[in-house]
């Protein structure tokens, strides 16, 4: 895979470990907190058959969950190979290996292969990317319909505990950089788009939104 220091390091945090993890909490307690208010924020909107792109879906929990509700199919971009692998794996328990589709690698450097969904979630994934402007313009244009996000508070306890992670990530050597956005700056660009906030949600230091284009 071709890609930035920032993408290749996230491969040393987001590992096998990591997955093993995921895999085990999410089949012992569901969705957690975050996941869920997304998820249930979909639900109440009409999804039935509409398609869905996943940014940095992680072992994908959103879409094996919004596939029992009849989605059409999904897209998951990953930068983590060993996320993917986990995502795979809970497919072919839940039998939608013809529902789902996977590409390896940083979402901005392969937009072209990428066909426009109805939806698009990016779920603790923008605090993941330096250049918030591009990644938010780039992955909008692919959402037809919703545009989900959960993100980290803008405040300024949230933005010193990102700054010690950033100071160990540093001393470890690993490239990859966490970030505190504008909640402000992204709700701009946002509606500069035509979409619009159709719900908001609060899980300790995470919020989660979901956006629908304006008819």
Known sequence: MSCSSHCCGAEKIFDEKGVRKALKKYS??????????????????????????????????????????????????????????????????NGTQDKMNFIHGDFNEHIDKIDKHDIVTLSRVVCCYPDIDKLINNSINKANKYYGLVYPADNIIIKMGIGLMNLSLYLRKNPFRTFVHSVDKMNDLIASHGFERVYLGNAFMWRIALYKKVD
């Open 28 to 93: 012992k307690k569901g969705p957690d907190n975050f996941s869920q208010q997304l998820i249930d924020a979909l639900k109440k909107e009409d999804i039935n058959q509409l398609s869905m792109l996943d940014i940095g879906g992680g072992i994908g929990i959103l879409q094996h969950e919004l596939l029992k509700e009849h989605l059409s199919h999904t897209t998951d971009v990953d930068s983590s190979e060993a996320y993917i692998t986990g995502a795979k794996t809970l497919m072919v328990e």
